[in-house]
């Protein structure tokens, strides 16, 4: 194993390290905003409980001296697991370190600040690559209605112990009636309504649907919907046009029975790079499902610091995400590493609707 030293980024402090985390931009992320980050203690997370409390269950009519009805308190529902550790780094080899002291030689003031690109690169990517891994399993767990296998497709090392599974009610996986990828024979808006009356019908209330990029793509691209969204006149005409998503919500928020729906778009791309060097990219927000819920808060990322004290390595904290940097002596290289033991919990799981929308089982 390598032998620790300081970074062999002369000049280099905590507080640089701290400043550059600080500025990279993390708005591109949407866990943040449907899964927002939430400290627990004890490494451990956990959904809410009591989430099939039927809402609005009226009180009953009483005589004076009678005994009141009992009702039915909510079964209890939450799960529960250790939070996974998650970690990526990135190194500066023994020719990259010439090439960035033969800069600091040239540079008039030498500080390590205004050579910012031979180390900052390497926060931002350590800093993306947390936030990218948060990202891809709270859309794909989400997208799967509570289920996520880690393999070597998802994990570049086999971690099946974090393989998370919340047993989500078969009768809440359901179908579309009619292929939404079929332009002509699509019935969006039918299903939609067969949908939200089943929910109700469960005791829930939904507003949101979350679809990905492609799926908005055969809803905007359905005769059906185009036809819904387009004017009077244009329809008259018969010049009608493939409308935007905003123009499709104003259509479903007018249309009987649709509940005010809205459609939220996850359009995301994350790229994963395995073992041997390979890597694919992907929105971890599976085809052909659409999520029904009664809120855009679909969880929260819940995650815990390790506290830990060594004088050779800059270490700096964001939130959930720790930067740590330094040096090794053989072989001479300087290592960035990204790391957070978080994950994002799916706390509405069990008060959502998961449909397939091209017509097909679960």
């Not at 009805?69 to 996974?84: C, N, T, Y």
């Not at 030689?105 to 690169?121: E, F, N, T």
Request: glycine share 6%; charged share 25%; with cysteine.
């Amino acid at each position: 194993m390598a032998t620790i030293v300081n970074t062999l980024i002369d000049g280099l402090t905590s507080q640089m390290v701290q400043a550059r985390l600080n500025s990279v931009d993390a708005k591109p992320f949407l866990f943040g905003t449907h899964f927002p980050v939430k400290k627990v203690n004890g490494f451990v997370w956990r959904t809410l409980g009591n989430q099939l409390a039927k809402k609005n269950v009226a009180a009953d009519l009483h005589t004076d001296n009678g005994t009141v009805l009992r009702k039915r308190r909510p079964l209890f529902e939450s799960a529960k697991g250790d939070i996974p550790f998650i970690s990526i780094s990135r190194e500066m080899t023994r020719s990259e370190i010439k090439d960035y002291q033969t800069a600091r030689a040239l540079a008039q003031d030498g500080d390590a600040i205004s050579l910012v690109d031979y180390w900052g690169g390497d926060v931002d990517f350590c800093f993306t690559g947390v936030q990218s891994e948060l990202e891809f399993i709270a859309w794909k767990l989400a997208s799967n209605a509570g289920v996520l296998r880690f393999t070597t497709t998802t994990n570049a090392t086999y971690a099946n112990e974090f393989d998370l599974d919340y047993d989500v009610d078969d009768d809440m996986k359901q179908k579309t009636g009619s292929d939404w990828s079929q332009t002509a024979s699509a019935d969006i808006i039918g299903d939609l309504v067969k949908l939200i009356k089943f929910a109700k019908g469960k005791g829930l209330n939904p507003k949101f649907a979350f679809i990905n990029q492609d799926e908005l793509y055969k809803i905007c691209s359905a005769d059906q919907i185009i036809k819904a969204c387009a004017s009077y006149l244009s329809n008259a005409v018969g010049m009608s046009q493939t409308p935007d998503l905003t123009q499709v919500n104003t259509m479903l928020a007018k249309q009987a029975w649709l509940n005010g729906i809205q459609l939220r778009v996850v359009d995301q791309t994350i790229t994963r790079e395995f073992a041997d060097g390979t890597s694919t990219s992907g929105n971890p927000f599976e085809n052909s499902r659409l999520i029904l819920s009664e809120t855009e808060r679909l969880g929260s990322t819940q995650y815990d610091i390790l506290a830990e004290s060594n004088d050779l390595i800059l270490r700096a904290e964001r939130s959930h995400t720790v930067v740590k940097k330094y040096g090794t002596c053989e072989p001479q290289s300087e290592i960035t590493i990204g790391q957070a033991d978080a994950v994002p919990v799916f706390d509405t799981v069990y008060r959502n609707l998961y449909v397939k929308t091209d017509a097909k089982e679960w």
